[in-house]
């Protein structure tokens, strides 16, 4: 079963537009930790904000925050004033204590920022 | 600081070859994982060590893959006899415990993209 999905294959958004990259998952711990990573082309995944799942507030870091709805399972990344070098594909990832420390992801969207 | 290093950066080589892929983790750090990405995939994990054992190596594919980390440092990714399929991203990470609380963030490297041929 798919743990992490991440519905929209492909976002494009004109510069200065804050956008929402969605990401649903799938647990049945009540103790897991949900990661957002940036790919650009040249491969590195970057890591851009967490969140826990006893976390009372939505994370934020910078221009990134996330969207947390616990009871629908939702972890939404959402990135206001976009700018052009925010192009690259964007992955949602969780942690699970039993999944020992590996990291499951979602197979990502592509987001293009354009000017 | 510097980041996760991965070398070669490529590495072409043909069916049924044996090759080696080379990480260095941040310093200090004593959790390494390995993840294998495919093309228009997220990644997805092979094996995690912690200092210099393979604490989980639940998803390596199959025996043909092998690591080690013998100093609880670098680590070496083998892969015998390599077949086409094995094409794709392979990733490292290194993360500062690999403790299970907390927010702890595993660091990637570039990658090493290896070509099957």
């Known amino acids: 079963a798919q743990k992490i999905t991440q519905t929209q294959p492909g976002m494009f958004v004109q510069e200065k537009e804050a956008v929402t990259l969605d990401c649903t998952y799938d647990?049945?711990?009540?103790?897991?930790?949900l990661f957002w990573y940036k790919q650009p082309s040249s491969g590195e995944m970057i890591f851009l904000i967490y969140q826990g799942s006893y976390d009372q507030q939505n994370a934020t870091e910078g221009r990134y925050s996330l969207n947390f709805q616990k009871a629908r399972k939702s972890a939404n990344l959402v990135i206001s004033a976009s700018q052009l070098g925010d192009s690259a594909m964007y992955f949602c990832a969780m942690r699970e204590p039993q999944g020992a420390q590996k990291l499951v992801f979602g197979q990502g969207t592509r987001l293009t920022i354009n000017p | 600081g510097a980041g996760v290093s991965q070398t070669p950066s490529n590495k072409v080589t043909e069916k049924g070859k044996y090759v080696e892929l080379r990480c260095d983790p941040i310093?200090?750090?004593?959790?390494l994982y390995w993840y294998r990405q495919s093309l228009g995939q997220g990644p997805e994990f092979l094996i995690y060590?912690?200092?210099?054992?393979?604490?989980?190596d639940s998803g390596l594919p199959n025996d043909r893959f092998f690591a080690v980390r013998p100093e609880g440092s670098v680590s070496t990714l083998k892969i015998q006899r390599t077949e086409r399929g094995d094409s794709a991203v392979h990733l490292c990470?290194?993360?500062?415990?690999?403790?299970?609380?907390?927010?702890?963030?595993?660091?990637f490297g570039p990658g090493t993209r290896l070509l099957v041929l």
């Open positions: 647990t049945s711990d009540p103790s897991y930790g």
């Open positions: 060590f912690q200092g210099t054992g393979a604490a989980d």
């Open positions: 310093s200090g750090h004593t959790a």
């Open positions: 990470a290194s993360s500062l415990t690999g403790g299970t609380g907390g927010r702890e963030t595993q660091y």
